[in-house]
């Protein structure tokens, strides 16, 4: 005895499913940007490449951003002091991507799962 199984796709369906995706990772991108943005340091007002760090987001592909500052990695991870005097924003810090997840993550996700059509647990 055996038993055959098919497998019908709906195409149209699935289209319909990864244009929701698209749409939702496409907000996370630019969600996390924006929320992230304020925890960035910058430099103090007297140098010349200030706010070039802030600046320097990019997406590089769905769910990879990067900052492409050549300085950008260092000041990640430095520990340092990025607050004034040492630089010229307060509410920069180091790691300013996982600060901002602990700030705002649930909400990017609620919204990111109503985009793609369901739900945030």
Same mark, same amino acid.
């Given at each position: 005895m055996s038993i055959k199984v098919g497998? /019908?796709?709906?195409k149209g369906a699935m289209n319909r499913h990864?244009?929701?995706?698209?749409k939702a990772q496409d907000?996370?991108?630019s969600e996390c940007i924006?929320?992230?943005?304020p925890y960035v340091p910058v430099a103090r007002d007297e140098f010349k490449g200030r706010g070039r760090l802030r600046n320097s987001a990019k997406v590089l592909s769905p769910g990879k951003i990067v900052y492409t500052a050549p300085f950008a990695r260092s000041?990640?991870?430095? /520990?340092?002091? *990025?607050k004034p005097? *040492?630089?010229g924003n307060p509410e920069g810090r180091r790691l300013w991507f996982e600060y901002m997840k602990l700030r705002h993550a649930a909400q990017i996700l609620r919204k990111a799962a109503a985009i793609a059509g369901g739900k945030a647990e």
């Open positions: 497998l /019908v796709l709906n990864k244009k929701q995706l698209d907000y996370i991108d924006r929320l992230m943005t000041d990640y991870y430095a /520990v340092k002091d *990025h005097p *040492h630089g």
